[in-house]
């Protein structure tokens, strides 16, 4: 999940280039994508082809977890 929010700050990305750059498939990042929308970590906006993007509670988030990587290892 923390390579989701990471890739889709700034301009976002589509669910193509989710699944390629995180290495899921079409079938395992629904899943991701809906609890990080549902948790308020992201968002989609409808074009001709949805765009995710983490969201400023996103990025807290993904902060945290870099703090706790970097505790850890």
Same mark, same amino acid.
């Given at each position: 999940?923390? =390579?989701?929010?990471? =890739? ?5 990305? /589509? ?9 899921? /498939?079409? #079938?395992?990042?629904?899943?991701? =994508? ?12 409808? #074009?001709? =082809?949805?765009?995710? #993007? ?20």
């Amino acid at each position: 999940m923390a =390579l989701i929010l990471a =890739l889709c700050q700034g301009e976002g990305a /589509n669910k193509t280039k989710i699944v390629y750059q995180v290495g899921l /498939n079409f #079938r395992t990042v629904i899943p991701y =994508l809906s609890l990080l929308i549902e948790k308020g970590h992201m968002t989609s906006e409808e #074009r001709d =082809l949805t765009i995710y #993007r983490t969201t400023q509670k996103g990025k807290q988030v993904l902060e945290a977890l870099k703090i706790v990587e970097a505790i850890y290892t």
